[in-house]
């Protein structure tokens, strides 16, 4: 936080924060733009699970791949695969339990590719889509809810022949409702009458078929233990509702008998 | 559409447009802004008269259409236009998309707003200051169970300004390099930031 004043530091660490942005007309121009912030929000933070404008499943940004790298360099990642494998007898170097560079082995770089590649293999369960109404039918014109129970899932695999536990956390969730509308957002909805992702038919179709495509962030943690490691890039799955009907309600004023 | 699909609609608007002229003669001159009616005011009598500096022209940015996808790409391309709505409150002293994009929980946009007042209302304005990031480099993080923001994190230069009016002389200020985090989300199918901090 170099760029606050001791005043304004000794203000918000006093607890007085509603006093900062009075306070900001006073403050040195040299500060960050001489207003008041909102400390909570950490700066500079790099979080395992972070992205850039090209992640997708299909494309990992270069920065992304090199931020992973150095949290796997950080952490040892291919000597923590190495010597696990040394003690379960598999792979590795038997002769030291150090961890040596070994130059016919893959680099840090091979490694986080490997993983990311690993990741979007995986068969992660692809989460059920609940729609509202809940039948094989609904309404032209009126609210179509849907909502999905994604969670995160903790799946085992091999990397290197090394255990490895890969915990999928879903971040993301595009909607196609099967009429040629999309909805991306983040939200996994909720159900009537708290429903916040929904959409309306305009016209009747004989069959719409709603698809769910959820975007998942990957962790990994070696042979079972240790710290949570970020994967580059997100896996992606796709889920399909049965095909509902669209119907339009004709509505015929008939006369009092 | 093809390219000649393009050039076709292209031709239509235009022969739609040169037909609409011919069967327009009662409504008087008003579509051609190549021969409007002379205007004969000129500014240039008023030009020599003071020195004094004056406020410069800004338009008003724009969001990116990726700003309408609630995805950690929206949320960059949200932080961008953030960051251009500010320099451009700072310059004109409008702040209304500024504050319809602030949410009331952000400290840094409500001593934003109150700066940019407090100068406008002091019959001054601010040039340059644009703070620019390189959107490549920015990182994000997805909301969670816990934590309902996104958090845009990203290195912002920010370019040299003046802000007039506030003092006999221009104030200058150098530009500068800041580590900027913005916390937003969506809100009514718009982001909205949370906060801002600086380190």
């Known amino acids: ?257 | 559409m093809s390219r000649s699909g393009r050039v076709l609609a292209a031709v239509a608007v235009c022969a739609a447009l040169a037909l609409s002229g011919c069967d327009g003669g009662g409504e008087g001159p008003t579509a051609d802004p190549t021969t409007a009616e002379p205007t004969t005011e000129e500014p240039t009598s008023e030009e020599p008269t003071s020195e004094a500096p004056e406020p410069p022209e800004v338009e008003s940015p724009t969001p990116a259409p990726e700003t309408q996808t609630d995805d950690h790409v929206g949320a960059i391309w949200a932080a961008r236009y953030f960051l251009d709505l500010y320099a451009y409150m700072r310059a004109t002293g409008d702040t209304a998309s500024f504050e319809a994009m602030s949410a009331p929980e952000c400290q840094f946009c409500e001593s934003a707003v109150d700066n940019a007042r407090e100068i406008h209302d002091a019959g001054g304005w601010v040039e340059g200051g644009g703070l620019l990031f390189d959107i490549n480099e920015a990182t994000v993080e997805y909301p969670t169970a816990d934590e309902p923001n996104y958090f845009v994190r990203f290195t912002a230069t920010e370019e040299p300004s003046v802000i007039y009016g506030r003092e006999d002389t221009p104030e200058d200020k150098d530009g500068a390099t800041f580590d900027v985090a913005v916390a937003l989300r969506v809100v009514d199918g718009k982001f909205v930031v949370y906060g801002v901090n600086a380190g």
Request: proline share 6%.
């Open chain 1, 1 to 257: 936080m170099r760029w606050l004043r001791p005043g304004l530091v000794a203000l918000v660490s006093a607890g007085l924060l509603l006093c900062a942005s009075a306070a900001s007309a006073e403050l040195d121009d040299s500060e960050f733009l001489g207003h008041a912030l909102d400390d909570a929000i950490e700066v500079g933070a790099v979080s395992h699970l972070t992205v850039r404008l090209p992640d997708s499943g299909d494309h990992i940004s270069p920065s992304t791949s090199g931020a992973v790298v150095e949290v796997y360099e950080e952490n040892d990642v291919i000597c923590a695969l190495r010597q696990y494998a040394d003690e379960d007898g598999n792979l590795g170097n038997e002769e030291t339990d150090l961890c040596p560079e070994d130059e016919d082995g893959p680099t840090t770089a091979d490694v986080v590719a490997l993983v990311a590649q690993e990741f979007q293999r995986l068969p992660i369960a692809a989460p059920s889509i609940t729609h509202q109404p809940d039948a094989d039918w609904a309404l032209v014109n009126m609210d179509f809810i849907v909502l999905t129970d994604a969670q995160a899932q903790v799946l085992e695999t091999t990397i290197l022949g090394v255990p490895v536990a890969v915990r999928a956390t879903p971040v993301h969730y595009a909607w196609d409702f099967g009429d040629g509308a999309t909805l991306a957002t983040t939200d996994p909805g909720s159900p009537y009458p708290d429903h916040t992702v929904s959409h309306v038919y305009t016209s009747s179709a004989d069959a719409v078929t709603v698809t769910l495509t959820t975007s998942w962030q990957g962790e990994l943690q070696i042979a079972g233990s240790g710290s949570w490691l970020p994967i580059a890039g997100m896996a992606t799955t796709t889920s399909v509702a049965d095909p509902v009907e669209i119907v339009a309600m004709d509505v015929r004023l008939v006369p009092n008998s």
